[in-house]
C-alpha cells in the first residue's frame, strides 16, 4: 500500500500543539466519504462475499431480530439486505453525507453518526440489544491498537450468542495513509491468522471462515484478498 499527498506513511501531518491527531484524521476520513459518496458503491460493484456473509447472518437470527450494521455506508447493500429480510437494522458510519445517503436509500432502517471506535453508549446502541452484527471492512478504517477495543465494543452489544459477519482485506499494514477513489484514507490491516487471533482473543468463536480474491472495477483501486470471518459472541 503507498501513501497519498505529502503524508508519510503510517501517521498523521503535524497537528497544532495540544492537538489530537488521531481526532484529526477521523475528521479528514469522514471527509474523504463526504466526498467519495455513491463512488465508493461504483468502485465496488460486485459483492458477493459480503452478501454472503449478510446472507448467513439474516438467515441465522430469529425473526425480527434487531442488527447492527457497523460502517454502514450508503445503505448499500448490506443494511438494505438486512432489512428486506424483515430485521430491525441499525447503521453507524462516521460520515455525515454517507449517513444521509443511507436514510435515503433504506428508509426501513435507523442510521446513526458516530466513531465505531467510540459508540455512543444508550439508545439506539444498547447493550446486550442486538442478535447481529455486520462490519464490512469497517475495521479497515482504525489503527491496530483500537480494533481490538471496538470488538470487544461489539461483544458487549451483542445478545449471548450474537453472531458477527466480519470482512477485512488482508494486509500487514497499522495506520497507513493511502490513495483512494483521488482522495487519501487511512487504513490498518492483519494477515489472516493474526485477525482470527484478534478476534477470538476479543471473545468471539469463529464458526467459519472465507477469502475472495478482489478486482475493484476503478482502477484507482489496487486487487486484493478480502477475509470473511462469521462468528459467535462467546
Known sequence: ?????????????????GADDRLWGRAEQAAAFDAIGDRYDEAFPHKEGQLAAAEWLAAAVPPGSRVL???????????????????????????????????????????????????????????????????????????????PTTLRAVYDLLEPGGLLALSMVEADVDDV???????????SGYLRDELRQVVTDAGFEV????????????????PELQVFLRCRRG
Request: aromatic letters at 6%; charged letters at 20%.
Open 207 to 222: 464458526i467459519e471462515e472465507d477469502a475472495y480474491a478482489y478486482a475493484p472495477a476503478s482502477a484507482d483501486v489496487p
Open 177 to 187: 495513509s493511502i490513495p483512494f477513489l483521488g482522495h487519501t484514507i487511512r487504513v
Open 69 to 147: 450494521d457497523l460502517g454502514c455506508g450508503t445503505g448499500l447493500p448490506t443494511a438494505a439486505q438486512l432489512a428486506d429480510a424483515g430485521l430491525r437494522v441499525v447503521g453507524v458510519d462516521l460520515s455525515t453525507g454517507m449517513v444521509g445517503r443511507a436514510r435515503a436509500n433504506v428508509p426501513k432502517a435507523e442510521f446513526v453518526q458516530a466513531d465505531i471506535a467510540d459508540l455512543p453508549a444508550g439508545e439506539p446502541l444498547t447493550r446486550g440489544g442486538f442478535a447481529g452484527v455486520t462490519a464490512f471492512f469497517s475495521l479497515l478504517m482504525l489503527r491496530r491498537a483500537e480494533i
Open 1 to 17: 500500500m503507498g501513501t497519498g499527498g505529502d503524508e508519510r506513511e503510517g501517521t498523521a501531518p503535524d497537528t497544532p500543539d
